[in-house]
């Protein structure tokens, strides 16, 4: 519901769209993409996946009619040594994608290629495989990873407004490593302790942060923002990188 209700961290998204410089495309990780293998989307009209159910009328009519770009799918492709990246031509954009680009760049037209999470990989071969991608920072490409630090719907109550304990630890755990530049413990997150366990009961709304941290230059600096913890959902959000 964030993708349409007017609230304080949509706003947030709003207010980082303006200050970003414009990407020439934006490459975008997605916690809803899961395959087996490494699958980048390559079409030229990409459709708006409502990939959810239970919701008003209102999220279904949600339209982000964003171009695709072949020409970065296949770049993306001719960066990686290893593995092959197959490409899905009928791949649209998934809500993880769309509920956060929309705030950002309502225009809709600024290119956006979706790239999967395969799902056989564990922590450690995401952030090898995202360090592959590193000079399209510098081709003025935006990469974008959307998911959650903690995830864990289980424990979901409605009306829920203030953090579960777990939730609240492991969310200011994996900002403290952030905040310090220690990746390396953040990839095998299922060695992080029982909190960590209880945050991520399946990995795929925690890998998209990896893509995100792996292309970290030494002197970028991180910025947080939408710092809250909801019930058993973390809303923070993470900049790398200078933005001005």
């Known amino acids: 519901?964030?993708?349409?209700?007017?609230?304080?961290?949509?706003?947030?998204?709003?207010?980082?769209?303006?200050?970003?410089?414009?990407?020439?495309?934006?490459?975008?990780?997605?916690?809803?993409?899961?395959?087996?293998?490494?699958?980048?989307?390559?079409?030229?009209?990409?459709?708006?996946?409502?990939?959810?159910?239970?919701?008003?009328?209102?999220?279904?009519?949600?339209?982000?009619?964003?171009?695709?770009?072949?020409?970065?799918?296949?770049?993306?492709?001719?960066?990686?040594?290893?593995?092959?990246?197959?490409?899905?031509s009928h791949r649209g954009l998934d809500h993880g994608a769309w509920s956060v680009l929309q705030p950002m760049f309502p225009d809709a037209d600024i290119p956006v290629v979706p790239l999967s999470l395969s799902i056989l990989q564990p922590g450690a071969w995401h952030y090898d495989?995202?360090?592959?991608?590193?000079?399209?920072?510098?081709e003025g490409v935006l990469v974008v990873g959307?998911?959650?630090?903690?995830?864990?719907?289980r424990y979901w109550r409605q009306g829920q407004t203030e953090p579960l304990d777990w939730a609240q630890r492991f969310d200011e755990d994996i900002a403290e490593r952030i905040a310090e530049g220690h990746h390396e413990g953040m990839l095998g997150?299922?060695?992080?302790?029982?909190?960590?366990l209880m945050a991520i009961p399946s990995p795929e709304h925690y890998l998209p942060l990896l893509y995100v941290l792996a292309l970290q230059r030494d002197d970028d600096p991180v910025e947080f923002f939408n710092e809250d913890v909801v019930g058993p959902i973390s809303m923070r959000s993470v900049i790398i990188g200078k933005l001005d």
């Open 1 to 88: 519901m964030n993708a349409i209700e007017d609230n304080a961290w949509r706003r947030s998204w709003q207010a980082l769209g303006k200050r970003l410089p414009r990407p020439k495309a934006i490459l975008c990780i997605s916690a809803h993409w899961e395959t087996e293998g490494v699958f980048v989307g390559s079409a030229e009209k990409p459709d708006t996946i409502h990939d959810f159910r239970g919701f008003p009328k209102a999220l279904f009519d949600v339209r982000y009619p964003a171009p695709g770009s072949p020409d970065l799918a296949h770049r993306v492709a001719e960066l990686v040594d290893d593995p092959r990246v197959h490409f899905d």
């Open 129 to 138: 495989f995202a360090q592959q991608l590193a000079p399209l920072r510098d």
């Open 189 to 196: 997150y299922e060695t992080l302790g029982p909190d960590a």
């Open 146 to 153: 959307t998911g959650n630090i903690v995830h864990n719907l």
